[in-house]
């Protein structure tokens, strides 16, 4: 014969479980959108000749930056890092899409694109398109991005911060440069497991 | 008791109560409510920024201190979506962004008139004579 639960004891069980329910999710490294939005979806030429678009990606986590191939300082700097977090994170790299936009389409064609990021992780993928439609990306994700012209040419001053599309294509933090890839290792794993 | 006798002993017993608060804030651990160092947007920034108001929310430099004021968090009251700090944050969103190491950050920002805004993260206050000079700190930055 089954017996009354007490009735301070159920509310005490009850009180757990809303406490363990509500309880915070487990701080990333990265700046948190709270809540997240949808992620501006993209449509720009990919460096592996198909279309870029996020909705390619649902299911994945898409780390997604900003920069130029002709960077000398800032972008291999930001590659190698996700470089190095694809490699720390093993098998779960797979659950990882890089995307690297460029600001330059000027000189950053497909294939130029393609080039530069094999020499980090062959499964980057990078997106170019008309200059209109990569100022409208950036200017949706709050992205800056000022040319100075130089003796030999030009480069760009931009944000280099990478952003974290989430699986359902939320976009849930902002990483800002400089941070190690143990820290998008244990970024990723939380955003993956959620 | 003369009048002399009374004056020194109001003396001592204020020099014991300024050493007391002045032992207090060396001694007394650092125990802050939040470690968020929140900055708002106001509902109607974007209106009054229409309408010619020079409307300044971000100093050009936040200072932080590790483990004691640590987290940057912005968020937009306003109706439209705003460029602030390092983000774009939408109506009604916040962005919430910690900070692990004492160091100088430089972010691009349009809302500024440099383009760039810095946040100094420092160390957290170690031994009394930090935790009184960061408690002195925070005192005249309420003044000001």
């Not at chain 1, 996700?82 to 936009?101: E, M």
């Not at chain 1, 130029?112 to 020499?119: E, M, P, Q, S, V």
């Not at chain 1, 952003?163 to 190690?180: K, Q, S, V």
């Not at chain 2, 004021?69 to 919430?96: H, T």
Request: charged fraction near 20%; glycine fraction near 6%.
């Amino acid at each position: 014969m089954s017996r009354p639960i007490p009735r301070q004891l159920a509310a005490l069980a009850l009180a757990f479980g809303l406490a363990a329910h509500a309880a915070p999710s487990p701080a990333l490294k990265a700046g948190v959108f709270e809540p997240p939005r949808q992620a501006p979806e993209l449509m720009l030429r990919g460096s592996d000749g198909s279309e870029v678009k996020l909705s390619r990606y649902r299911g994945k986590l898409v780390l997604m930056s900003f920069g130029f191939t002709s960077c000398a300082a800032v972008c291999p700097v930001t590659l190698a890092t996700l470089t190095q977090a694809r490699k720390l994170l093993g098998s779960l790299a797979d659950s990882v899409q890089v995307v690297f936009v460029t600001v330059d389409p000027e000189r950053d064609d497909p294939q130029r694109l393609k080039t530069f990021l094999a020499a980090f992780d062959p499964a980057f993928v990078g997106a170019t398109g008309k200059p209109e439609a990569l100022e409208a990306v950036r200017r949706s994700y709050g992205v800056s991005a000022r040319k100075i012209p130089m003796a030999d040419g030009y480069l760009f001053d931009h944000s280099s911060s990478i952003f974290l599309i989430d699986a359902e294509g939320r976009l849930r933090a902002m990483m800002p440069y400089g941070h190690e890839a143990r820290d998008f290792v244990h970024d990723v794993k939380l955003l993956l497991a959620k | 008791m003369t009048a002399r006798t009374s004056w020194r002993a109001a003396l001592a017993a204020c020099a014991v109560l300024v050493l007391g608060v002045l032992a207090w804030a060396a001694l007394a651990p650092l125990d802050v409510a939040s470690r968020d160092e929140l900055f708002e947007i106001p509902h109607g920034t974007y209106a009054r920024r229409m309408a010619g108001d020079r409307v300044e929310i971000l100093p050009d430099t936040i200072r932080l201190t590790l483990g004691v004021k640590d987290v940057l968090l912005l968020r937009n009251l306003d109706e439209v979506p705003q460029v602030f700090g390092p983000a774009l944050i939408m109506p009604g969103q916040s962005f919430r962004l910690p900070f692990e190491r004492a160091s100088t950050y430089s972010f691009a920002c349009t809302a500024h008139a440099s383009g760039q805004m810095n946040v100094i993260v420092e160390p957290g206050p170690d031994g009394p004579w930090q935790t009184l000079r960061w408690r002195a700190r925070q005192l005249m930055r309420r003044w000001a």
